[in-house]
């Protein structure tokens, strides 16, 4: 019988109540043909309905893309997923309280793939103690209508951990770039892996189907069996997309480089506008050492490769992304999650197995909200709800966490004559007294014993002992008017206070080398210790 089947035929093989599993990150990964079926099918017939739809990473467009097709009231029961903000319907539903939402650390999802596949107990591990989806706290549910617990403390070895249950996986939707008539599976065009060949298995070995979205079909027995990331004998089905609906990322149907086909060139990027941003990824930068393994979240630590660029020193620390992209140039906005001239990809766990046990020597996030505990807030904001992407994972595990962030909300700078001009108040503070949502628990960091940077344009702030402390001031900032005035606490003051660094604010800088190369990292904790 053969494998290939319309994307009619396979919506239709999706069962009311079934579980479905699916790879992706924005659209990077995910069966958009598939998707649309479903959508029609639905609106058409009523079915499928009540699905509970599962994936680690985010997925969608903003727009009508990605899992927006499955966010219909009826449709979808359940949602678990890491990130939910790109997907515009099932926002909706999760703010109309219309739908159970439970939103999951990125990592511990993709992980889990390989705990059903194994039959295992589940996901074992430290991430999210602390956090909203520690039990103790919100267990990762969003909405009141959600009430079964997926996350559960337990102990082992004198040790506190969460433990995330398993569950079958009746419907496993996933991507690549060839097909042959087997269902071999390949990667070819793909931004990223991801985590297609685990959910395949888990899938299968909870008795479920497989089906594959593929942009071409190639004759049975005519791939290279190391180019197969998928083996035909997991996969039941293989749809053949449009190519309008088989897009690399968010925005971008094809690019070779985003594939690893080809390598462009990278001089002659223009500098960036000597702004508040800048001055923020300069000071972040700061905080590298030579030879550093290294993340960057989204907004502000997307700048840093730039300033890193400018300074001369690109291929001096290595980038990663968590979607398993090692080397090269992080791509950022709508086709985020890959890399311009990578020099290696894995699959999405593999690179968390790496994160989670400390693989990475300094991670970049972003500053959204921040309390006098010292808990950081990225995932829920009032009734919008992001989720926590891999940002638990990621602010837990690595050896260093560097916060970049614009001081507050709708703010407006310039920098003049070496000195930062604030020309117009934020409308918004980010340091509040007690956040939203725990996405980093600061009581977790203190028991870390690691200090934690606050990066912003008018200071630098770190996170020691459960307090936050001012330990650099921007130069022409107010402490009382510019910071202190803009704060819903008050921070400790080092009495050390110091101005940043006058070269930051300068057209040219020039200075990143002797951090990079001349100072050790206890060198930099002891510097900061010894203001305090």
């Known amino acids: 019988m053969s494998k290939i089947i319309t994307a009619p035929e396979a919506a239709k093989l999706i069962k009311d109540g079934a579980t479905v599993g699916a790879s992706t990150q924005g659209l990077a990964g995910w069966a958009e043909e598939v998707a649309i079926a479903i959508e029609e099918r639905f609106l058409q017939t009523g079915h499928p309905r009540n699905i509970t739809l599962v994936h680690s990473c985010t997925c969608g467009d903003y727009k009508k893309r990605g899992s927006t097709h499955l966010g219909h009231e009826g449709l979808t029961k359940r949602l678990i997923c890491g990130h939910t903000l790109t997907s515009a319907n099932m926002i909706k539903l999760i703010e109309q309280n219309k739908i159970e939402c439970y939103l999951l650390p990125q990592g511990v999802i993709c992980q889990l793939w390989r705990a059903i596949a194994g039959k295992k107990i589940g996901v074992i591990t430290s991430v999210g103690l602390g956090t909203f989806v520690d039990p103790r706290i919100d267990g990762g ?45 390949t990667m070819d065009n793909e931004s990223v892996i991801m985590e297609a060949l685990p959910l395949a298995m888990a899938a299968k070995n909870s008795g479920g189907i497989v089906i594959a979205q593929a942009h071409n079909l190639a004759m049975k027995n005519t791939l290279n069996p190391k180019n197969v990331k998928v083996p035909g004998t997991l996969v039941d089905y293989v ?57 960057l979240g989204v907004g502000i630590p997307a700048v840093i490769p730039s300033v890193i660029a400018e300074e001369g020193l690109t291929g001096e620390v290595t980038t990663t992304t968590e979607l398993g992209v090692f080397g090269g140039v992080p791509t950022i906005g709508l086709d985020f999650g890959g890399a311009l001239n990578a020099e290696a990809m894995i699959e999405h766990a593999s690179m968390f197995d790496y994160y989670d046990g400390g693989g990475l020597d300094v991670a970049f996030v972003g500053l959204a909200q921040v309390d006098e505990k010292g808990n950081v807030n990225v995932s829920r904001f009032g009734k919008r709800v992001a989720g926590p992407g891999g940002f638990i994972n990621i602010t837990q595990s690595s050896k260093k966490v560097v916060f970049c962030g614009m001081f507050s909300l709708g703010s407006e700078e310039v920098v003049e004559n070496g000195e930062l001009k604030i020309t117009k108040e934020g409308t918004g503070k980010k340091f509040v007294k007690a956040v939203e949502q725990i996405t980093l628990s600061g009581d977790y960091a203190k028991r870390r014993g690691k200090p934690i940077p606050f990066v912003t344009e008018r200071g630098v702030f770190i996170l020691e ?44 800088w020039g200075r990143l080398s002797e951090t990079l190369f001349n100072r050790k990292d206890s060198e930099i904790v002891e510097e900061v210790a010894a203001t305090l």
């Open 239 to 295: 749809v053949i997309a449009k190519p309008e609906n088989h897009h690399q990322t968010q925005q971008t149907y094809f690019n070779p480089a985003l594939a690893g086909q080809i390598r462009v060139p990278l001089t002659g990027i223009p500098a960036l506008p000597l702004d508040a941003r800048k001055i923020i990824g300069r000071r972040a930068a700061m905080e590298l050492l030579a030879g550093n393994i290294i993340n």
């Open 141 to 185: 549910k969003i909405t009141s209508i959600t009430h079964e617990d997926l996350v559960k403390v337990i102990e082992i070895e004198g040790q506190e951990q969460l433990l995330y249950k398993p569950f079958p996986i009746d419907v496993a939707l996933i991507r690549g770039t060839v097909a042959d008539e087997n269902g071999n599976l």
């Open 465 to 508: 002992n459960g307090k936050l402390v001012l330990v650099e001031i921007a130069p022409g900032v107010d402490l009382e008017r510019d910071i202190l005035g803009m704060m819903d606490f008050k921070p400790e003051i080092s009495p050390e206070l110091k101005s940043m660094d006058k070269a930051l604010f300068q057209p040219n």
